[in-house]
């Protein structure tokens, strides 16, 4: 791990290399004062060598010849026009600053006036000196040859405490508290750590020759011209006040949805009007080893009780990860969707000994929110599970909702031994505790909110159930993570797929699909509303 200090207007323009003298001068005093902390003997100079210039090149041609099937052994023609042939290109450093580490951390933060002459020393200005701190401490963990780079971020509020971009990987990760739990809490060690898996695919993209001086940088084009791409946007990702990274998606309406990786957990969802549709706990806890109460927990390797491992599996306690590679899906590079993976840790591996990859797919449209949930067998046997996504949604009161689409169908009664009924009612309303799983349900149902005039619609496809849970008044007071008042303005209508567990062979892959989506109250469920039509609609 490298660290450097220099000046830019923004991101963007730092990757365009622009500098004064001063600042120029202001970046060797930095990198000089950054070679004591890192107590390393090496010359300034040989720090600053783009010593990974071949191995670069080597990755960027194998990803082609993956993608585009190249012989490994012919240079592909764009070579020549990207700068890669140029004769300085493995001699010496080239223009620019940003040389050719495997990744590139960037604080932008203020600017070089605000900057304290050695980053030690920046206590009236702390975030350069935690970052660079949390960063050293770890550095034998970070198995990619990374350099950090100090640079000035000067557009208004988005930079208004520090932003920190990781390439190629394409985060952006908003630091807008700067407190040292952050830091402590390892949440930014774990996004870098994370993106170490990802590929250096980006870089490909945006190749494009660029003539400074006489002299070509691919490495500063390629930055430049990736960001620059209007499809290639960061994912926003900021701090939680406990340390937890949350990616923020919004939509061209207005909407927006928050994802922790913790979890792979929605935990928010407004519509453009900024109404929160999600319900969270009023005593939520943010505990690492805790699923939190609210949002959209993911149920796996099991719902509920139906097996040996704790309640509802342990998808929802564990730290996901950015998932990069979601093929078959196409990736999305877009700042209303994100893709999660969670892989199995050891511990995960002695309670449930099978090997998995389950990913989530999050993406917010106008009006809607989709999940696609995945689950990749990479063992050599088969092995199965159950599953569901937990839907908290927020109702005015619950007294005043309903649910259509579940009639007729027989369920398990949780709070009758899980026995077996069928549903009697024209549609399910509530008036105490609930706590079932509808068997086989329509992939269509229909959630009721009278008093808000707003109906849910969730579809869902490759989840034949629906498990339907409000704790009511009694229950919820035992519940040490919910209000006692909260079971009013909750209800979870889940996807699931609980009586047939999934079987997956080797290598075979189960996919689900969840959209929720909200209309006005007079929708029921496919029907038409009678007074609706006599009164027409308006
Ligand atoms: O508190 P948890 O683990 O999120 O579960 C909430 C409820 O989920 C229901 O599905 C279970 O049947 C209940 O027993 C449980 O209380």
Redesign the pocket.
Known sequence: MRIAHLSSSSYRSFISVRRTTTNYQYHYQYVSSSISNLSTSKPLQQLRLPLSLSSLRLQRRVVSTSMASDDVTTLPADDDKYGFTRSEMYQTNLAGTVDAYDRHVFLCHKNPEDWASRVEDSASDPLPKLLFSALKARKNDIALKTKLTICEGRDGTEFSDGDVLIFPEMVKYRVWKCSGSFFESNSIFALIVHACMLSFRILLLGFSLEKRKGKVNPIVSSIKETFRLKTIMPLNIVNEAEGFPRIILTEPSGSSAEVLLHGGQVVSWKNDRREELLFMSSKAIRKTSK?I?GGI?VCFPQF??MGSLE??GFARNRLWSLDNDPSPLAAVNTQSSVDLILRPSEEDSKTWPRRFELRLRVTLGSGKLTLIPRVRNLDNKPFSFTFAL?NYLSVSDISEVRIEGLETLDYFD?LIRKERFTEQADAITFDGEI?RVYLSSPTKIAIIDHEKKRTFVLRKVGMPDA?V?N?WDK?AKA?SDLGDEDYKTMLCVDSAAVENSIVLKPFEEWKGHQEISTVSSSYCSGQLDPSKVLRGFR
Do not use: K, L, S
């Open positions: 699923a109460r927990p509920g009780t309640q509802h937990r949780n706590d498990a849970w704790p229950r519940i």
